[in-house]
């Protein structure tokens, strides 16, 4: 939080607390208005509508991607996974940093919060920096450690989303290139490639999130494996974390109801496109082809479910109270370093950084994947304004 807004917090407070001597001198007074938050006004018609609207968004935007990826009578040009896909990377940062952090800056120092260890402490940068540190340790346990088990009769990878991405591919079989299916590298030549990469895999190159080569090419592919499941189960913790509150948030808001229901709409099915665009990517083992659906299902279900149950237990719902403010706050902080981790490490810095396909892409290329993440976060900063 920036100096100038704890000033300003600090005044505020201090004339409270001073009395009316001033406020009768200058003839007004600053007063905190700390209702519950619920200002259900009715249109319950409208409300239960936003349940199926924001249901089929969520769907569109996190079961198409992979629908048209493994759908084998589907042909989709791999310049649309491409955009999609680093799309996505943009909306999964301007998520966190505007749709997450920020508002849990704002809960956990509401003036409306008593006075306590909750007041005296920046707890949204301290939440999310614990976050950041955690996922790290996470994902060093799991890259050290066989968590997922590991059935060597089962090592062969089916993505078919890598037929439709390589469709196209100027670069013919016997010139130097990375064996996707096989996992073993081969002599890079020294020109740039000018064409869109055609490997748009999560991890990048189907190597596991580190960014090298196992050495043993056996175990190769399932490490990557459980490097890419711990990534997408991180990213699905976050998104669905935060669309259970601002779910329950739009069952009970008042004026504001419409404007929300519409923003929610895009943000949703924006947010859901950044999780199947990767879902769809993702190399998985022919036994687990069911589990980038589920995946997507659950996350489109996660909202439709909470604004039901904010109608439910609408009289008592109470998201303006001190307890919802600090619970809203501690979700939001550690959702945020969720997706700031997954967004800038796994995504970006992988995707820029350890991909040889995009290292040798060219700079137009690069250019033009750097500006599909801009205006993924661009969109979500937009979005903020009213949501």
């Given at each position: 939080m920036s100096v100038f807004p704890r000033a300003i917090d600090a005044i505020l407070q201090a004339r409270q607390e001073d009395g009316s001597s001033d406020a009768v001198e200058s003839g007004f007074s600053i007063t905190v208005d700390c209702d519950t938050g619920n200002e259900y006004d009715g249109r319950m018609g409208v409300r239960i509508s936003s349940i199926f609207v924001i249901l089929i968004g969520s769907l569109l935007g996190a079961l198409l991607p992979v629908f048209l990826a493994r759908g084998t009578k589907m042909r989709v040009n791999g310049k649309a996974f491409f955009i999609a896909k680093y799309f996505g990377s943009g909306v999964i940062i301007g998520t966190a940093f505007m749709h997450l952090l920020s508002p849990a800056f704002d809960a956990l120092k509401s003036p409306c919060l008593p006075e306590g260890p909750i007041n005296d402490y920046d707890w949204a940068a301290g939440i999310c920096l614990m976050t950041v540190?955690?996922?790290?340790?996470?994902?060093?346990?799991?890259?050290?450690?066989?968590?997922?088990?590991?059935?060597?009769?089962?090592?062969?990878?089916i993505d078919p989303s890598l037929n439709v991405l390589q469709k196209g591919s100027q670069t013919p079989s016997s010139s130097p290139a990375h064996d996707l299916e096989v996992g073993q590298p081969t002599k890079e030549n020294g020109n740039h490639n000018h064409s869109l990469p055609t490997d748009v895999t999560y991890p990048p190159g189907g190597e596991d999130h580190l960014g090298h080569q196992r050495e043993h090419v056996g175990n190769d592919n399932h490490a990557a494996f459980a490097a890419q499941m711990t990534g997408l189960f991180i990213l699905e913790f976050g998104v669905i974390f935060h669309s259970i509150f601002i779910g329950l948030t739009l069952a009970v808001s008042g004026e504001e109801f419409t404007v929300l229901y519409i923003v929610l709409v895009f943000h949703q099915?924006?947010?859901?496109?950044?999780?199947?665009?990767?879902?769809?990517?993702?190399?998985?083992?022919?036994?687990?082809?069911?589990?980038?659906?589920?995946?997507?299902?659950?996350?489109?279900?996660?909202?439709?479910?909470?604004?039901?149950?904010?109608?439910?237990?609408r009289a008592s719902l109470q998201p303006g109270s001190p307890n919802s403010l600090v619970i809203n706050g501690v979700f939001d902080a550690i959702s945020a370093g969720i997706l700031i981790y997954t967004?800038?490490?796994?995504?970006?810095?992988?995707?820029?950084?350890?991909n040889s396909y995009m290292r040798n892409a060219g700079l137009k290329i690069q250019l033009f994947a750097l500006g599909c993440v801009a205006l993924g976060c661009g969109l979500m900063a937009v979005l903020a304004v009213w949501a």
């Open positions: 540190f955690v996922m790290f340790t996470i994902e060093l346990l799991v890259s050290r450690f066989d968590f997922f088990g590991h059935n060597h009769s089962d090592t062969k990878v099915t924006f947010e859901g496109l950044g999780l199947g665009s990767r879902l769809a990517t993702a190399q998985w083992p022919s036994s687990k082809s069911w589990m980038p659906y589920v995946l997507a299902l659950g996350y489109a279900v996660s909202t439709p479910i909470s604004i039901a149950i904010g109608l439910g237990v967004g800038l490490v796994e995504l970006l810095a992988h995707e820029f950084m350890f």
